[in-house]
């Protein structure tokens, strides 16, 4: 017997998948040191599978080939988004890696869009990006930039596929499939790294907070938005996340914000509500 779905309006529900990321955030920080980047994306996209596989319980035999060919890829770009974003994060500030990831989804924006308001909005999430990033440091290993720069071109095909699969699939199936393909591409790195012999108890219980907060609650939100929002409009609002991580590292890390990144903040929430209050139905 399947769970009855909650309807929740499209922008809410990108407005509570960012909050939830970025507070799972601040637990995988806390799991690095333990079990490494991969070990923690595949405890995080592991359980997150299991999670949506209980409530969803979706029937892989009636899956069309058409859903087949959005499917698997969205769960792929979805597997390698999230492990390579931590890989970048172990190299580089995680401000700046988020801000470099952001190229994507406004690539995503700015992508056959045919009016002067919608660009006015990108360049003005933009300079809230380049005042956030910490370009003082000249300690950035290049790897990590170049993963970062990895992870926003695949956080790109994950809307844009998103947005595809949501329109012939049902919306908990097709987050609970995608994540299962996921899961199989993340699996092997975890065990390469040995990070996944170190978990006891404890551990296992912050890696299963985390699947919820990061993975199985936000992805289920951002399906349900992704088929009603306009892909550039979803890229917009997600431009909330460093407001959303700066609030999350104050409560949970008392992490405090100096002038120019509440200047960023303000600067994306602007763009965010703009793109929001100017889109079209």
């Known amino acids: 017997m399947k769970i009855k779905q909650i309807n929740i309006l499209p922008i809410p529900a990108v407005l509570l998948a960012i909050l939830s990321v970025q507070w799972g955030a601040a637990i995988a920080k806390t799991l690095f040191p333990a079990i490494g980047a991969a070990g923690t994306a595949t405890l995080r996209i592991g359980i997150s599978s299991l999670i949506l596989f209980t409530v969803y319980r979706p029937n892989l035999k009636k899956i069309t080939p058409q859903q087949w060919k959005i499917v698997i890829p969205y769960g792929l770009s979805l597997g390698a988004m999230n492990l390579i974003f931590y890989m970048a994060i172990e190299r580089i500030p995680i401000g700046l890696a988020v801000t470099l990831e952001f190229i994507g989804p406004l690539l995503v924006a700015v992508w056959g869009s045919k009016r002067l308001i919608d660009y006015c909005w990108i360049l003005l999430a933009g300079a ?153 139905k």
């Open 128 to 280: 809230g990006i380049v005042l956030i990033a910490p370009w003082s440091n000249d300690r950035i290993d290049s790897l990590g930039v170049i993963f970062a720069l990895i992870a926003g071109g695949l956080w790109g095909a994950y809307i844009i596929l998103g947005g595809k699969i949501s329109k012939i699939m049902n919306d908990g199936d097709a987050v609970t499939t995608g994540m299962l393909f996921a899961a199989l591409l993340i699996l092997p790195f975890g065990f390469y790294e040995n990070g996944l012999n170190n978990l006891t108890p404890q551990l296992l219980g912050l890696g299963t907070a985390l699947a919820l907060l990061s993975s199985a609650i936000p992805f289920t939100l951002e399906m349900k938005a992704l088929g009603q929002l306009a892909p550039r409009t979803f890229s917009i609002l997600m431009s909330l996340e460093p407001a959303a991580a700066s609030l999350c590292a104050l409560v949970f890390l008392q992490e405090h914000l100096n002038f120019y990144e509440v200047l960023a903040v303000a600067f994306v929430i602007i763009a965010s509500v703009g793109s929001t209050l100017t889109s079209k």
